[in-house]
C-alpha cells in the first residue's frame, strides 16, 4: 500500500516504520520540511514532503498529530482526504486532579471529529491503544500470541484496508464496529494509561474465559 502520513513526532516515526518493514511504501509529510526528512531517513521512507505531499499520497493517510490539532488539519486538507481513507491514531487526554480525563468529555470522538471536519473523508479510529514503542517491534507477539489491533470506521472499503494493514504487520485484526465506537476506544486508552501509571497491569482486569473454572 501507498501511505502518507502527517507528522513526524512519536507515532509517525513508529508506525511508519512498522509499515515500510511491512513492505508498504511510505511518505512523511511535515510542516517542518528537516524534521521530515530526518524522519523519513530513519525509517527508510519512500518519500517526505508537506503535510499536503502527505495528504495526496496513497489510499491510506495516517494524521499523527496532537489529537485537539487533527480535526483542524483533516479540515484544512479535507478536499484532498476526500475518498481516502484516514486513520485518526490519538488520544485526547489530560491530567487531572482526578486522574487522566477525556478532552472530549467522552461524548464525542476525536475520530468523529475529523469526520465532521472532513466529510469526503473515510477516519477509521486505530492504533490507538499500545504506546509508541509496541510498533518498533518486528513482530509484536505477546504470550505466545500476536497482538490484537482495535480499530473502529464506516466505510467498509477502508475497514478491508485496515484488516489487510494490520495484517501485513504480524498482528490481529480486532473489528470493534463503526466510527460511534471511536470514543469508546479513546476511553478505553484513558483507562489503560491511567492504570499502566499507576504501577498496574490492565491484563490482570480482564481473566480469560477459558481460563475459568467450570460450573460443577
Sequence with gaps: ?????????????????????????????GRDRTAAAATA?????????????????????????????????????????????????TNPVVPTDDGLTLTTGGTTSIARRMAEAAPGAHVVKAFNLCHESIWTLPRP?????????????????????LTGLITSMGCTPMPCGGLSHAAYLEATAVFAIGVW????????????PAEAPRTP
Excluded: N, Q
Design 41 to 89: 531517513a530513519r525509517i527508510d521512507a519512500a518519500g517526505h514532503g508537506t503535510p499536503a505531499d502527505g495528504a495526496a499520497y496513497g489510499d491510506l493517510v495516517l494524521i499523527a498529530v496532537p489529537a485537539d490539532a487533527a480535526p483542524g488539519l483533516a479540515k484544512e486538507f479535507g478536499g484532498t482526504l476526500a475518498g481516502r481513507t484516514v486513520i485518526d491514531c
Design 197 to 208: 501509571w499507576s504501577g498496574a497491569e490492565t491484563r490482570f482486569a480482564f481473566p480469560t
Design 141 to 161: 507477539v505477546f504470550e505466545g500470541a500476536p497482538l490484537a489491533v482495535p480499530f473502529c470506521g464506516d466505510d467498509p472499503g477502508s475497514l478491508d484496508l
Design 1 to 29: 500500500m501507498r501511505i502518507g502520513i502527517l507528522g513526524t513526532g512519536a507515532m509517525a516515526t513508529t508506525l511508519g516504520g512498522a509499515w515500510v518493514r511491512a513492505g508498504h511504501d511510505v511518505l512523511v509529510g
